[in-house]
């Protein structure tokens, strides 16, 4: 079933929108979900939520890309589910990535809304800027949460290509964050 008639059914309020949703896209949700928290009952928890959440959010929301804005919503809530463990000090997989960007992105918590607007537009125009394969390596990394070695075999590089990709794609978007006048 396609994406507009998948839509359709949320928007006719029927309950076969979740199942056509979970037929198509419940092994890339989980997959998303399962790069960050490493965990397959967290993992299936939050795709089952990113099912509730998008039954709510359609209507009135209508998404042009379907995979695209579920994929935000198990990201947001794998990235909850993440940071709530973190709090409560368990065991916890994902931090490289993360860590990896705290390096050149400013601190969230410390800003106001407009601050996030101006770095949100900022990282928009930082992505444009790049070439197609390094920007599928950056968000293949900082959105999906994919390991290098994932990364490296499903475009054919290398392993340590993919990390200097990614090292200067991280400095570059430093030096572009400082030119537009956000700080560190």
């Given at each position: 079933?396609d994406?507009k008639?998948?839509?359709?059914l949320?928007f006719?309020?029927?309950e076969?929108a979740?199942e056509?949703t ?5 092994k890339?949700?989980?997959?998303i ?13 939050c795709v089952n ?5 998008a ?8 998404p042009?890309?379907l995979s695209a804005f ?10 909850d ?5 973190k709090?409560?000090k368990?065991?916890l997989y994902?931090e490289?990535?993360l860590?990896?960007?705290?390096e050149?992105l400013?601190?969230e918590?410390?800003g ?5 607007i101006v770095?949100?537009?900022?990282l928009?125009e930082?992505?444009?800027?790049l070439?197609?394969q390094?920007r ?6 900082y959105?999906?949460?994919?390991s290098?070695?994932?990364?490296a075999?499903?475009?054919s590089l290398?392993?340590?290509?993919v990390k200097?990709?990614l090292?200067r794609?991280r400095?570059?978007l430093?030096?572009?964050?400082s030119?537009?006048g956000?700080m560190?």
């Amino acid at each position: 079933m396609d994406d507009k008639m998948i839509v359709e059914l949320y928007f006719e309020r029927s309950e076969a929108a979740i199942e056509e949703t979970r037929k198509k896209y419940g092994k890339y949700c989980h997959k998303i979900a399962y790069n960050i928290l490493f965990s397959d009952p967290d993992a299936e928890e939050c795709v089952n939520d990113t099912y509730l959440r998008a039954w709510f959010a359609m209507p009135p929301q209508r998404p042009n890309r379907l995979s695209a804005f579920l994929a935000k919503i198990t990201r947001n809530l794998a990235l909850d589910r993440y940071f709530a463990a973190k709090a409560q000090k368990r065991a916890l997989y994902a931090e490289t990535p993360l860590d990896e960007l705290s390096e050149c992105l400013p601190d969230e918590t410390q800003g106001d809304p407009a601050d996030e607007i101006v770095l949100r537009d900022a990282l928009n125009e930082f992505l444009a800027s790049l070439p197609a394969q390094t920007r599928i390596i950056f968000m293949r990394r900082y959105f999906y949460f994919c390991s290098v070695k994932e990364i490296a075999a499903g475009l054919s590089l290398t392993e340590g290509n993919v990390k200097v990709i990614l090292h200067r794609t991280r400095e570059g978007l430093r030096q572009y964050l400082s030119t537009k006048g956000i700080m560190i």
